[in-house]
């Protein structure tokens, strides 16, 4: 499971990459993420069967996106 947080990490520094490259509009950063989320899971997450990859592929992009508006929130105070 370390390896999990190692791949949450990644996901939201490339999530913030691409939000200070200007790829795409802000908004739809947590939609990035979620995608990101989804093609780590699917190709770096040892697991036995495809749908339990998709499954933590999307644990990991909603947790990328949800610390990415923590982020946020505590940026802006």
Known sequence: MF???IIIAVVLALTELIKRLSFIPVKYLPAASVVLGLFAGIFYVD???MQEKIMFGLMIGLSAAGLFDQSKIITKK
Request: hydrophobic share 50%; proline share 0%; no cysteine.
């Open 3 to 5: 390896e999990i947080t």
């Open 47 to 49: 697991v036995a069967t």
